[in-house]
T-cell receptor, first 114, second 112 residues
Framework: TQLLEQSPQFLSIQEGENLTVYCNSSSVFSSLQWYRQEPGEGPVLLVT?????EVKKLKRLTFQFGDARKDSSLHITAAQPGDTGLYLCAGALYSGGGADGLTFGKGTHLIIQP | DAGVIQSPRHEVTEMGQEVTLRCKPI?????LFWYRQTMMRGLELLIYFNNNVPIDDSGMPEDRFSAKMPNASFSTLKIQPSEPRDSAVYFC??????????FGSGTRLTVV
């Protein structure tokens, strides 16, 4: 059973369209991060959200952390071919005794067609 | 800073051979993580270190896998003996805390 479920698994849309991808869990996270990974490279951190209900914007990308800190969404406005990649969400289950390793979802493969 | 440096980038080995993957974290980052990525299972945490001390190795698949961090600037992940099912991309990541990881470019391991 995957702790973090991401949907959709695959998404192919035209340049200029808007899209939303989701990251859901039954567990509560102390923080949640979004990464983007390109072929042949490691994931690159986009944003960290730590407060329930928090919304962060990064240019055309809007990230939201659910009120209960169990889910998150990533919305892209006016998608561009450069947005193509694997989008991963990752949650930290804070044990109280220090950092825990992040648990990753399997990701959303996003293709933006020119 | 050059980021997290992993070597080699690609490794092809025969079943039964020993494989050693290497990682140099970002200077000043107290946490080091080893992950494995496959299409079927995604990114899986294998082990992580805090100040060179292994904290959680519950993700290490079996005794064939071992990891060390002899100092703050170097870590190894060793597989002995290797098996075809170990084929995957292995990532090392470092972090100053648990809020943001910097990943290396990974080592693509193929065991034939």
């Amino acid at each position: 059973t995957q702790l973090l479920e991401q949907s959709p698994q695959f998404l192919s849309i035209q340049e200029g369209e808007n899209l939303t991808v989701y990251c859901n869990s039954s567990s509560v996270f102390s923080s949640l991060q979004w990464y983007r990974q390109e072929p042949g490279e490691g994931p690159v951190l986009l944003v960290t959200v730590v407060t329930g209900g928090e919304v962060k914007k990064l240019k055309r990308l809007t990230f939201q952390f659910g009120d209960a800190r169990k889910d998150s969404s990533l919305h892209i406005t006016a998608a561009q071919p450069g947005d193509t990649g694997l989008y991963l969400c990752a949650g930290a289950l804070y044990s109280g005794g220090g950092a825990d390793g992040l648990t990753f979802g399997k990701g959303t493969h996003l293709i933006i067609q020119p | 800073d050059a980021g997290v440096i992993q070597s080699p980038r690609h490794e092809v080995t025969e079943m039964g051979q020993e494989v050693t993957l290497r990682c140099k974290p970002i200077s000043g980052h107290d946490y080091l993580f080893w992950y494995r990525q496959t299409m079927m299972r995604g990114l899986e945490l294998l082990i992580y270190f805090n100040n060179n001390v292994p904290i959680d190795d519950s993700g290490m698949p079996e005794d064939r896998f071992s990891a060390k961090m002899p100092n703050a600037s170097f870590s190894t992940l060793k597989i002995q003996p290797s098996e075809p099912r170990d084929s995957a991309v292995y990532f090392c990541a470092s972090s100053p805390d648990h809020y943001g990881y910097t990943f290396g470019s990974g080592t693509r391991l193929t065991v034939v």
